[in-house]
Each structure stands twice: as structure tokens, then as C-alpha cells.
């Protein structure tokens, strides 16, 4: 989605999450970096536990807010 249609890392994930999977009638969520390292996280379901380490050294811990 990125690569092909030249959408942001925020766009794509949500595209793919949100309104492909949630057409299929599939629940899930993906966690992703872009070549520049930014991290986003998307998911359908009620919540999704991921965390990450940001550059200046903070840990970033989420479980339902996106």
C-alpha cells in the first residue's frame, strides 16, 4: 500500500486493517515500521497489546488506545 498506491504508514496499515480485513469479516491488527523506522500499529478488534522503544530511548506500552 505504501509502495504501490503512496499512501503514509498510518493510511496503509488502517486501509488493509480496518476496511479490507473488517470486509472480510476477519479481526486482527498489524504492527509496522516504515523505512524511516516510524512505528504505527492498527487493529479492528476491542484491543491489541504491542509496545515499542522511540529512538531517544522511551518505552511505549499500549493495550487499547491506538
Known amino acids: 500500500m505504501m509502495k504501490y498506491k503512496g499512501l503514509a504508514i498510518d493510511a496503509a496499515s488502517n486501509e488493509v486493517i480496518r476496511k479490507k480485513l473488517?470486509?472480510?469479516?476477519?479481526?486482527g491488527g498489524v504492527i509496522c515500521l516504515d523505512y524511516k523506522g516510524r512505528y504505527y500499529s492498527s487493529y479492528n478488534t476491542e484491543g491489541m497489546y504491542r509496545g515499542c522503544i522511540t529512538r531517544d530511548g522511551q518505552v511505549q506500552i499500549r493495550i487499547f488506545e491506538q
Open 22 to 27: 473488517k470486509a472480510a469479516g476477519g479481526e
